[in-house]
Every structure is written in C-alpha cells, then in structure tokens.
C-alpha cells in the first residue's frame, strides 16, 4: 500500500539557516505529493504541491520538487525565519479521491 | 466562522460509553474528511464525503466507528463502547470539491481530542 517516510525530528536551526527535510514515498502510479504544515495552535494548512514528476511546488520560499526517479519530494527552504516553527507533513495522493496518507510529521524549531 | 469548526475541542469519557464528535465544514464545500491523529502513529485517514455519492469508509479501524453528513453539510463521527486505543485528536477537513488526494486543497479543523479513561 502507499506510505511516507519523513526524516525524523525534532529539527532544531538558528534563523537564516538552510532547512531540508527529508520526504520519501511508496505509491502505486502517478501519486500527487504535498506538503503541509500545522503551525502552533492552528490546524493543518497546504504549504505546497506537486501533481506530476518534475514538478516543482513553492509558497512563503519553500520549495519541493517530485523526483520520481528518487520517489522523494524534500521540502527546503534557503532562511528559516522563527515563524516557520510548526510541525511539517508530507502526504501523498493515490488513486483515492478522498484520501491522503500522511508521513509521521517533523516537528521544526527556530531560534532568534 | 470562515473556517473548519469542530466541536467539542475537548472530550473525556469513560471506557465503554459512546461519544459523538461534530464537525462544520467550509460553507459551500462539497467534500468533507475525518482523519486521526495518534501519538507516535501520525495521520489517519477515516472516512471521506463528497456530495451525495456514497462515502469512501475505508479508514474505519472498525464496526464501533460510524459517520454520516446530515444535508451535505455537518457530519458527526460516533465512535460506540469507546476504547482507550480510540485516545486521539480527530480532525476534519474539507474542499471545495472532492479530490484532497488529487490535489485539491483541504482545510482542516483544529480536532477534537478524545481521551478514553
């Protein structure tokens, strides 16, 4: 069945540094890939996505590219800012309409 | 409100009694999810709703799950002779359209933690 794999946290970076977390997947066909993020007190959001292989999605200077080839999807963003602290999850699409399978989540923390 | 409203934010009950978690989706969105959220065990999907077409109940771990959306807007899952296991936030999500796995942006709730005593 479908699955993710995400890079275990918790992610700890000063502020300005460069963020890569680490997404892989097992899926049947041509999944759609997303990424979203819970920020603290909120509900989950879409940060990005990608529908096809190659594709590269971006939002608020994430960005994350569908390797097909590699089966991953790695979130990176160039400057952490303190307000990108939030727990980020990698999910992928199949052939259900209605269902995302989630990774475990990477819970990042950035200080001043 | 504008958003995904679920209600109540916190439930504890007791093993063996039943509990129902309500969930108001996005006004005019057409799909709505139930989806869990376990410690150390990550997202779960639930169950799915989309328009009058028959749900996709492929998530439910089990017979004590249940869910249905009243006029396709409010859903309530219940969750009968509740288990400690069952301890968990249940969130829900929902679309303009159907299709959260095809790309279509979800709007989730801030959950329901249910804790089982």
């Known amino acids: 069945g479908d699955s993710v794999t995400q890079m275990e946290g918790p992610v700890t970076l000063s502020e300005e540094a460069f963020l890569t977390i680490n997404c892989t997947y097992t899926?049947?066909?041509?999944?759609?890939l997303f990424w979203y993020v819970q920020y603290p007190g909120e509900g989950l959001q879409l940060l990005l996505k990608?529908?096809?292989?190659?594709d590269k999605g971006s939002n608020k200077g994430f960005e994350a590219t569908y390797r097909k080839e590699t089966t991953s999807f790695h979130l990176e963003k160039g400057s952490v800012q303190v307000s990108d602290s939030a727990v980020y999850f990698c999910?992928?699409?199949?052939?259900?309409?209605?269902?995302?399978?989630f990774g475990q989540g990477t819970i990042l923390t950035v200080h001043p | 409100g504008a958003g995904v409203s679920q209600s109540p934010s916190n439930k504890v009950t007791e093993k063996g009694k039943d509990v129902e978690l309500r969930c108001d989706p996005i006004?005019?969105?057409?799909?709505l999810y139930w989806y869990r959220q376990s410690l150390g065990q990550g997202l779960e999907f639930l169950i799915y709703?989309?328009?009058?077409?028959?749900?996709?109940k492929s998530g439910l771990p089990s017979d004590r799950f249940s869910a249905e959306r009243t006029g396709g807007s409010v859903s309530t899952l219940t969750i009968q002779r509740t288990q400690q296991e069952d301890s968990a936030v249940y969130l829900c999500?929902?679309?303009?359209?159907?299709?959260?796995?095809?790309?279509?942006?979800?709007?989730f709730g801030q959950g329901t933690r249910l804790t089982v005593v």
């Open positions: 899926a049947t066909g041509y999944p759609s």
């Open positions: 999910a992928l699409g199949g052939t259900s309409y209605g269902k995302l399978t």
């Open positions: 709703f989309q328009g009058n077409s028959a749900p996709d």
């Open positions: 990608a529908t096809k292989a190659d």
């Open positions: 006004s005019g969105h057409t799909a």
């Open positions: 999500a929902s679309s303009v359209t159907g299709g959260a796995g095809k790309g279509t942006e979800a709007f």
